[in-house]
């Protein structure tokens, strides 16, 4: 089985522009969910998807958001970037809710660096 | 504050030594995850506990569930230079497919 897949792996934009990273799931996952990493916070949860709905949204601001496809592929969008959203963006996979092996598992991530 | 606390936050150790990650927390969780990650790739699962009091052996690394289901442990044993890595561990609750990640503990493992 194909594990998630992000693309693109690397993206240098500059201040002020916007950007849109995608992200799809292991085969057979509904769930999505989208993390941001950085050397100072660590693994900071941005929002998670299902059945296309987001069912959960972590503490970021309007700038960011994110859908999700009838094929649970799923997007995240940041709009005016700042250089604080320079980040490792990672993508996670899992069945969904009420799953009792609840699992979740990672793309390699997109490195998005702001210039 | 951080709902998962790991410690040590840093680690570095000479290869052959043992030891052991504590990841903490005052909330009760369906599952428990252990994932490694490798600079600049997403973090790989490693492990999957449930039940309280499990452990779970995969090689030189052994994995205990607290009875509670609030704490977990990751021990490794005779550590090589390829376990170095940023360990995390991932609470979560299967309900409401919520996922709680700790802070993480940076292992450097040298030759």
């Known amino acids: 089985k194909a594990g998630v897949t992000q693309t693109p792996r690397y993206l240098i934009k500059t201040r002020g522009q916007q950007v849109t990273l995608s992200c799809s799931p292991i085969?057979?996952?509904?769930?999505v969910s989208w993390y941001q990493q950085t050397p100072g916070q660590g693994l900071q949860f941005l929002f998670e998807?299902?059945?296309?709905?987001?069912?959960n949204k972590g503490n970021f601001p309007g700038r960011f958001s994110g859908r999700q496809f009838s094929n649970s592929r799923s997007e995240m969008n940041v709009s005016t970037l700042e250089l604080g959203d320079s980040a490792l963006y990672l993508c996670?996979?899992?069945?969904?809710?009420?799953?009792?092996?609840?699992?979740?598992?990672f793309g390699p991530g997109t490195r998005l660096t702001v210039t | 504050t951080q709902l998962l606390e790991q410690s040590p936050q840093f680690l570095s150790i000479q290869e052959g030594e043992n030891l052991t990650v504590y990841c903490n927390s005052s909330?009760?969780?369906?599952?428990l995850q252990w994932y490694r990650q490798e600079p600049g790739e997403g973090p790989v699962l490693l492990v999957t506990?449930?039940?309280?009091?499990e452990v779970k052996k995969l090689k030189r690394l052994t994995f205990q569930f607290g009875d509670a289901r609030k704490d977990s442990s990751l021990h490794i044993t005779a550590a090589q230079p390829g376990d170095t890595g940023l360990y995390l561990c991932?609470?979560?609750?299967?309900?409401?497919?919520?996922?709680?990640f700790g802070s993480g503990t940076k292992l450097n493992v040298k030759p």
């Open positions: 996670a996979s899992s069945l969904g809710p009420g799953q009792e092996m609840y699992e979740q598992y």
């Open positions: 085969s057979g996952h509904r769930s």
């Open positions: 998807y299902f059945s296309e709905t987001q069912r």
């Open positions: 909330s009760v969780f369906s599952s």
């Open positions: 506990v449930v039940t309280g009091g």
């Open positions: 991932a609470g979560g609750e299967y309900n409401f497919n919520k996922f709680y």
